[in-house]
């Protein structure tokens, strides 16, 4: 390489991490102001370096209603996952080895649709069935994005199972499901794992479902953060507290799944 | 004895009856519990969707629903909140591609070639993205506050000292939540570029530095055209997230000040869950689905042009 050459190739370097550092900064100010005091929230101009103070989280668990809510997203997210992977692997195993694919139009439209477009019948219909509020309504409705998900994805990963390996199985005398069972769900734990993290994320992330269909006692994590934000005042050290909890460990399981990420957002909209 | 109904039922023809014997079942009965849970949950409220669009219906009261024929859709022409909320919609998601593409790209062309920590900040990148929109847009509420934020006093070191007041400036808002959606989703787009930059092929790079090709050159004749099926993706992908952005501007300014931020699926919400005016919100429901059908073909078709 040549000096200038060189020079550029350090000149991208340096820019890439200034501005990718300069990104994380929602997430840092995030933490860092989940440990201040009021005081330190309202000193202008902002602190870097304070007294790093716990009252903000123990304030947000003191409330009984706080884990209440870590409780519900979790079993909504848990419980959208597994049925939706319980689901969308059959039917991606179907889609990938005999080329079903008319479902998947279906599953397309349900990408490109707002999810208000579902949400008002679903609500007008748990109403009438006095579903509103609770947890099968929630995991129903997430049905919605986590099917479309486990089915792209394991499409992908099913596509990449030598199928050599099921027609010798087939010959020896296994049947269609004892092959998806003992070969190709083993030969995609990978996969599988990733599809369910990417799964629960969305879930987990979700607001305006559970927004209009979960009640007081169902509420998940995105919709009781927003209880932070009174009318007159904002608890800005809880709402920091309580977003960093929401999110950090969204974070780390993103970070498991990091490559598989890009593939889990495009996956659905690419078969056009 | 001709009028008499034949005891036997009508007898399946042979020929279909062999291609249901023959026909391998075994995808379809796989298929089938998706099938179900997809026409429960997709099925079922689309077309219960339409139904509603074309009646007048409340929850609240024991009117019954009235049939209005394509009423709210008639009444959606004169609704001027609806028609200031769909352009605002239409601009939100211009300035997010204008924004989104570019900066995408120049991410992606930073990270191109290999460099100590490439690998780290490629991770990092993921972090906007997966990140609880909700509680992300609750922490740029306190980072744009316009007198204690964080934003003003980094913009205040590099000589900008009267910011505009981001989300409480009719003109502002929408530009501001524009660059908060960009914040999340940018990644993205530099990640799908990045995706395509390390599938290119190099021998017409090679080629073109002999023949003495410039580096912007390369970028426009080469870099540029190859990494447009990409691009498109990506555009597609965030033009379908942008008609449909209504989370951050949920939490961040509920539509306000006034309706200034005010976006076509918040309106939806407002209409049909707030306002119990549930057939009408139903007839905005499908013309933004519409919208957004009509804007991915139109870019589906733009990507098989090219």
């Keep these: ?272 | 004895m001709v009028a008499l109904v034949p005891q036997q039922p009508a007898r399946v023809p042979a020929t279909v009856r062999r291609w249901l014997w023959r026909r391998d079942w075994t995808p379809d009965l796989l298929l089938a519990p998706a099938l179900v849970a997809t026409a429960a949950v997709m099925g079922f409220p689309l077309v219960f969707l339409v139904y509603m669009s074309l009646h007048k219906w409340s929850l609240i009261g024991y009117a019954a629903p009235a049939f209005v024929g394509f009423g709210n859709f008639a009444a959606l022409l004169g609704d001027d909140r609806f028609i200031q909320s769909l352009l605002r919609t239409l601009y939100f998601t211009a300035l997010g591609l204008a924004t989104n593409l570019p900066a995408g790209l120049g991410i992606a062309l930073l990270l191109q070639r290999d460099f100590f920590g490439r690998g780290f900040l490629r991770a990092l990148l993921v972090f906007p993205m997966v990140a609880t929109p909700v509680a992300m847009g609750l922490v740029w509420v306190i980072m744009l506050d316009p007198s204690l934020g964080i934003i003003r006093y980094l913009l205040g070191c590099v000589g900008i000292s009267h910011p505009p007041l981001w989300l409480s400036d009719t003109n502002w808002v929408v530009p501001t939540l524009v660059l908060v959606d960009a914040w999340m989703w940018t990644p993205m787009v530099a990640l799908i570029c990045s995706a395509g930059l390390a599938a290119l092929p190099g021998e017409p790079f090679e080629a073109a530095t002999v023949d003495g090709a410039s580096a912007w050159q390369r970028f426009r004749y080469l870099t540029l055209p190859l990494l447009m099926p990409m691009l498109l993706v990506a555009a597609m992908l965030r033009l379908m997230d942008l008609l449909k952005v209504i989370d951050i501007v949920y939490v961040m300014t509920g539509g306000g000040p006034g309706h200034a931020s005010e976006t076509i699926n918040l309106y939806n919400y407002l209409v049909a869950l707030s306002y119990d005016k549930i057939g009408y919100g139903a007839a905005v429901a499908l013309v933004l689905f519409a919208l957004v059908l009509a804007a991915t073909l139109g870019l589906i078709r733009l990507r098989r042009a090219t």
Excluded at chain 1, 77 to 99: F, K, N, S
Excluded at chain 1, 130 to 141: D, K, N, Q
Excluded at chain 1, 194 to 212: E, H, Q
């Design chain 1, 1 to 272: 390489m040549t000096r200038a050459a060189r020079l550029r190739h350090a000149g991208r370097a340096v820019a890439a991490w200034l501005v990718i550092l300069a990104l994380m900064l929602p997430f840092l100010w995030m933490v860092l102001g989940s440990f201040k005091t009021a005081r330190d929230f309202l000193s202008y101009p902002p602190v870097w370096l304070f007294r790093p103070t716990l009252d903000n989280y123990a304030q947000v668990f003191a409330d009984n209603a706080f884990p209440r809510y870590v409780l519900n997203s979790t079993i909504v997210a848990a419980g959208a996952t597994a049925v939706g992977l319980l689901l969308g692997i059959p039917a991606a195993y179907a889609m990938a080895r005999w080329r079903r694919t008319a479902i998947g139009i279906v599953l397309l439209a349900a990408r490109m649709a707002p999810g208000i477009a579902f949400l008002i019948p679903l609500f007008v219909a748990c109403l009438e069935l006095h579903l509103v509020g609770s947890y099968t309504s929630l995991i129903a409705s997430h049905l919605i994005f986590t099917l479309p998900l486990a089915v792209w994805m394991m499409i992908g990963f099913i596509e990449a199972v030598p199928v050599e390996l099921e027609q010798a199985a087939m010959i020896d005398g296994c049947s269609v499901v004892g092959a998806l069972l003992r070969i190709v769900v083993p030969l995609t734990r990978q996969g599988i794992a990733a599809t369910a993290i990417l799964a629960f994320i969305a879930s987990w992330n979700n607001f305006l479902f559970a927004l209009v269909l979960s009640n007081d006692q169902t509420k998940t994590l995105p919709v009781a953060v927003l209880g932070y934000i009174g009318y007159n005042s904002i608890q800005w050290g809880a709402l920091m507290a309580a977003a960093s909890v929401i999110t950090l460990p969204v974070l780390a399981l993103a970070l498991c799944v990091q490559r598989y990420i890009v593939r889990g957002l495009v996956s659905g909209a690419v078969t056009g």
